[in-house]
């Protein structure tokens, strides 16, 4: 065949599927406003850091050493008091009622033993029903004491600790959460819009009838998916732009890397995730089922990616699972490149994947067109 | 026509058999209501978690002492951190680059004369992009070097052990401190939003696209029966699918339910019923099946699962971001579910957020109501 007309029936085939796709001006506002307005709200939202926590605190010491850790925890930034508490019966109600997250209780005999030279336990109750953040709520703490104890050392003339550990993180030097949540954005949030469109496009044909038309044009099945399937790619990768222009211009979050190494990585997961789609689409009778299943789908992808949890927390089987996840990759490789400035070419544990979820998917794709069992 | 209360039920009967056959019929609709649910509890149970385990650390000794070897025995005994030993801090630069190790932690050649000398310093270098896990490893770093730390102050007995300051953690409601106990809270609600809002949504966005409701219009049943009758077999799938959530809640993972079993089934039915009225209004204003989708994913499910307080706390966020949280159903829902499964009843509290959702009902049930009525386009 003459390789110039099947590029201009590709290109007409592609014209096509975008009409359908940004015709509808309540259509194009749905692929636009939404993203950007998700990756504001959770940019601002998806954090872990710990901004402001409340606490009760129960002196029974009463004395300066006492008082003087009590001050560094309201001057902290982080601790606000919200109760001063009289006796042990006031601390169960103060965190059955949410009204502090962590109770801090100085017993009486602490001024006492650190004057004699000995350890002096501070109790801390913590609300765990988020975990997360009681944990990270019992870290400040114990950093705040930490600083305590330095100063109440030096103060009364004692030696500072033995061994001072020196902190400082690569890729993100003041471990902000935030940090890793927009460059994860940029892959998962045009992925949920990406894969939907994907799903429906052969599904609508097929519940309009109009894929029958198209199968007895003069297109092969491999001309079809093409021209199915770049229309999507070129949403899913405008998408991720618009992601990309908040997180570094809204929330100033420094970009390493280069943007053609990004952008080429991000082809090759958009690319895997409509040929996910797709391969969805041809099995579909309904958009409805279309929908549901691409649906059903999204929901362990997004939550096997490790937006929410490390990959690495998972236990074993579950991270089997995730080697067919495309978005664990695509989120990983936005990170090496955004954060880590990292090139394309060593990232071939994350581009290799995506290359054999799209060459599994596409054909199977084009040949499920075809061969559906209806 | 009759319009007495006999003709309502009789109608409304009829109506919910006809919706009830439809939403068998589809495999997609029961994949969705219960197969979806299962997929969750497995993911949320088995799969997600933030307690981290075996990260690898690459240990760097530039000082081979017994001093410093002593130093970071700790390391070795942390069920949460897996050391690696590493001859050169430019080869450990090299794996954490790679993305091999999650932190490094370096001894300087001058370790154990410093320490003779008074204070020595140990380097840790963390791989910040992953923020959070970041900080939960330099948590048990420094816990496993501290530790190591105390026990040789107690043995040497030239240093007193000294006066300072000692954390005692208790962990309220929560004394196992698994992540599991606090997600499974989060996926009841998930379940009840994607099956009310999500699939309601789809459902009557597709009757209005294809124009069946138009047809059910010139029939004698009034408006009223028929969201009645759409309500009501959404509304026992998603019982079905959050009885089989509360279930795994028990007898899985073990999640206490220190409160009372009859409130949480009714502040579960109390939610669903605004998850349900929630997808109804989607529907009648977009009327179309790709809208409604997208519109109830951006609503109703993103905002669960991010803005409710159940992956990330809502007091970390600016005022803007939480008070957008607290208007959410979802917040409420998930705030007095939490408190149910993992302190018990706090009356007052329950209330107040029952009384929200109730408020919730009332208002999407009206807004269903007013959209949906017997007139063309």
Redesign the interface.
């Known amino acids: 065949m003459n390789p110039a007309a099947t590029v201009a029936r590709l290109l007409a085939l592609c014209r096509k599927e975008l009409l359908i796709i940004l015709k509808d001006p309540a259509n194009r506002i749905l692929l636009v406003v939404p993203i950007v307005l998700q990756s504001l709200v959770f940019g601002y939202a998806a954090t872990y850091d710990l901004k402001h926590a409340t606490y009760a605190l129960l002196d029974q010491s009463h004395g300066a050493a006492s008082t003087q850790l009590a001050a560094r925890l309201d001057a902290s930034g982080v601790f606000e008091r919200t109760a001063t508490l009289r006796n042990e019966a006031d601390i169960a109600p103060a965190i059955d009622a949410q009204q502090a997250l962590a109770v801090v209780h100085i017993g009486p005999r602490f001024d006492q033993l650190l004057q004699q030279g000995q350890p002096a336990p501070v109790q801390v109750i913590v609300d765990a029903r988020n975990s997360a953040t009681a944990n990270n709520a019992l870290a400040y703490l114990a950093g705040i004491v930490d600083q305590f104890n330095a100063q109440w050392r030096r103060q009364h003339g004692m030696a500072g600790p033995p061994v001072v550990i020196d902190t400082r993180a690569w890729y993100n030097p003041n471990l902000d959460t935030r940090w890793y949540m927009l460059p994860a954005l940029i892959a998962a949030l045009s992925m949920i819009q990406t894969l939907m469109l994907t799903a429906l496009s052969v599904a609508r044909e097929r519940e309009q009838g109009t894929f029958d038309q198209l199968l007895v044009a003069p297109y092969t099945p491999t001309e079809i998916m093409v021209g199915k399937a770049i229309p999507p790619i070129l949403v899913g990768l405008a998408q991720s732009a618009f992601i990309l222009l908040v997180s570094v211009f809204w929330f100033r979050i420094p970009f390493s890397g280069s943007l053609a190494a990004l952008f080429a990585g991000l082809l090759l997961f958009t690319t895997a995730i409509v040929g996910v789609g797709l391969s969805i689409s041809a099995l579909s009778a309904t958009m409805q089922q279309a929908m549901l299943y691409a649906f059903i789908l999204i929901m362990p992808l997004m939550l096997l990616s490790g937006l929410a949890t490390p990959v690495e927390n998972m236990p074993q089987p579950m991270q089997w699972f995730t080697a067919v996840n495309p978005l664990r990759y695509g989120i990983d490789l936005v990170h090496r490149i955004y954060l880590e400035g990292s090139g394309l070419a060593p990232l071939w544990n994350d581009t290799l994947p995506l290359l054999a979820i799209s060459a599994v998917t596409l054909p199977l794709a084009a040949w499920l067109f075809r061969h559906r069992l209806a | 026509m009759t319009f007495g209360a006999h003709g309502f039920w009789r109608r409304l009967a009829a109506l919910t058999k006809k919706e009830t056959r439809q939403l068998l019929r589809?495999?997609?609709?029961l994949?969705?209501g219960l197969?979806?649910p299962i997929?969750?509890i497995v993911?949320?149970g088995?799969?997600?978690?933030?307690?981290?385990?075996n990260?690898p650390v690459a240990i760097v000794m530039q000082d081979s002492s017994p001093t410093a070897r002593e130093?970071i025995a700790g390391l070795s005994l942390s069920p949460s951190i897996a050391p690696v030993i590493v001859g050169t801090m430019r080869d450990a630069e090299r794996l954490?680059?790679?993305?091999k190790v999650?932190a490094i932690v370096g001894l300087p050649s001058d370790f154990s004369r410093n320490?003779d000398l008074?204070?020595?310093?140990?380097?840790?270098?963390?791989?910040?992009?992953?923020?959070?896990?970041?900080?939960?490893i330099?948590?048990y770093?420094?816990a496993a070097?501290a530790l190591r730390?105390a026990k040789q102050?107690d043995r040497s007995a030239q240093?007193?052990?000294?006066?300072?300051?000692?954390?005692?953690?208790?962990?309220?409601?929560?004394?196992a401190?698994?992540?599991t106990?606090?997600l499974v809270p989060g996926l009841i609600v998930l379940v009840a939003t994607?099956v009310g809002s999500?699939?309601t949504a789809?459902?009557m966005a597709?009757e209005w696209e294809r124009g069946t409701l138009e047809s059910l219009f010139v029939t004698p049943v009034r408006p009223i029966e028929i969201l009645l009758a759409k309500i009501i077999p959404y509304f026992c799938v998603g019982m079905a699918g959050l009885a089989l959530c509360l279930l795994a809640a028990r007898f899985l993972f073990q999640v206490p339910f220190y409160g009372s079993l009859t409130a949480v089934v009714a502040i579960s039915m109390l939610y669903l019923l605004v998850a349900l009225g929630l997808g109804l209004v989607i529907s009648s204003i977009t009327k179309n099946?790709?809208?409604a989708?997208?519109?109830a994913?951006?609503v109703s499910f993103?905002p669960a699962l991010?803005?409710s307080?159940f992956?990330?706390?809502l007091?970390?966020?600016?005022a803007?971001?939480e008070a957008?949280?607290h208007v959410l159903p979802a917040t409420h829902y998930l705030e007095m579910l939490?408190?149910l499964l993992?302190?018990?009843d706090?009356w007052?509290?329950i209330y107040r957020h029952s009384a929200i959702l109730l408020f919730y009902v009332l208002l999407l049930m009206a807004a269903a109501r007013a959209k949906t009525r017997k007139e063309l386009e």
Do not use: C
């Open positions: 589809d495999r997609g609709n994949l969705m197969g979806l997929v969750l993911i949320f088995y799969g997600m978690s933030f307690d981290v385990k990260a130093a954490m680059a790679r993305g999650d320490l008074g204070q020595a310093h140990i380097q840790l270098v963390l791989h910040g992009t992953d923020a959070n896990r970041a900080r939960i330099q948590g770093v420094e070097l730390q102050a240093s007193p052990p000294g006066a300072m300051a000692t954390l005692e953690p208790r962990l309220w409601f929560n004394a401190n698994t992540s106990w606090f994607l999500f699939l789809l459902v597709r099946q790709f809208m989708s997208q519109i994913l951006i993103l991010m803005l307080g992956l990330f706390d007091r970390n966020m600016p803007m971001v957008l949280g939490k408190s993992l302190a018990g706090i007052p509290m």
